[in-house]
Nanobody, 119 residues
Framework: QVQLVESGGGLVQPGGSLRLSCAAS????????MGWHRQAPGKQRELVAA???????DYADSVKGRFTISRDNAKNTVYLQMNNLKPEDSAVYYC?????????????WGQGTQVTVSS
């Protein structure tokens, strides 16, 4: 069974920074996509950023230039560096892992970590 453990959320003032981490454990196919999604109250969950095992990345337009996703394949860990945070970035952030193996899709979610941007 795969587990995702997130850390790094909290309260920060506008313009501040936070770094989220997500460590995956268990049976994980080496070719995979790890990412961060977020969900604010009353809104749908949305993709923030994703990174494939080869290093290619994708970002939501709202975070381009402010957030950076990275990963350590040896540790099965993904990071999200969030700079110049805005109140609209406040949400629960969820780590996500996806891979396809032997024709089957596998997708896992972390428990979520709260990020609050407020003065």
């Amino acid at each position: 069974q795969v587990q995702l453990v997130e850390s790094g959320g909290g309260l920060v003032q506008p313009g501040g920074s936070l770094r989220l981490s997500c460590a995956a454990s268990g049976s994980i196919f080496r070719l995979n996509v790890m990412g961060w999604h977020r969900q604010a109250p009353g809104k749908q969950r949305e993709l923030v950023a994703a990174i494939v095992s080869g290093g290619n990345t994708d970002y939501a337009d709202s975070v381009k230039g402010r957030f950076t996703i990275s990963r350590d394949n040896a540790k099965n860990t993904v990071y999200l560096q969030m700079n110049n945070l805005k109140p609209e970035d406040s949400a629960v952030y969820y780590c996500n892992l996806y891979f396809r193996m032997r024709g089957d899709d596998y997708e896992y979610w972390g428990q979520g970590t709260q990020v609050t941007v407020s003065s």
